[in-house]
């Protein structure tokens, strides 16, 4: 029910906008959350929105490049990551949740992944 695109390969300091699309059906999911996973390395959380209310959460270390929006019209959550780093080479995952106190969890949907490589 969640189908990610957009990844690809691009060189360090460029831009790409990632798409999670959600079926019609999420259950009672209200929130997004992305999350990658680099060769060999544990998954990592990157940020996540507020479907109903728009709030946005994002991991420090990723502020300020990442940015997690949402066209509700669409059923789509983008991230839009910016000034691209060899290190954000990665799988790139979408989750649909439960928002508890400002995060996003009890994840029911995952996506299948899109690839992002950064050379």
């Known amino acids: 029910q969640l189908v990610e695109s957009g990844g690809g390969s691009v060189q360090a300091g460029g831009s ?3 798409s999670c699309a959600a079926s019609e059906y999420i259950g009672s999911s209200n929130c997004m959350d992305w999350f990658r996973q680099a060769p060999g390395k544990a998954r990592q959380e990157v940020a996540s929105i507020n479907i109903d209310g728009g ?3 994002y991991v420090d270390p990723v502020e300020g ?8 019209a669409k059923r789509t959550v983008y ?4 000034s691209l780093k060899p290190e954000d080479t990665a799988m ?3 989750a649909a949740g439960r928002w508890y106190g ?3 969890g009890e994840y029911s949907y995952w996506g299948q992944g899109t690839q992002v490589t950064v050379s």
């Open 65 to 72: 490049r990442f940015t997690i929006s949402q066209d509700t």
């Open 16 to 18: 790409l906008r990632l």
């Open 102 to 104: 400002g995060r996003c």
């Open 92 to 94: 790139y995952y979408c």
């Open 55 to 57: 709030s946005a959460y």
């Open 79 to 82: 991230l839009q990551i910016n």
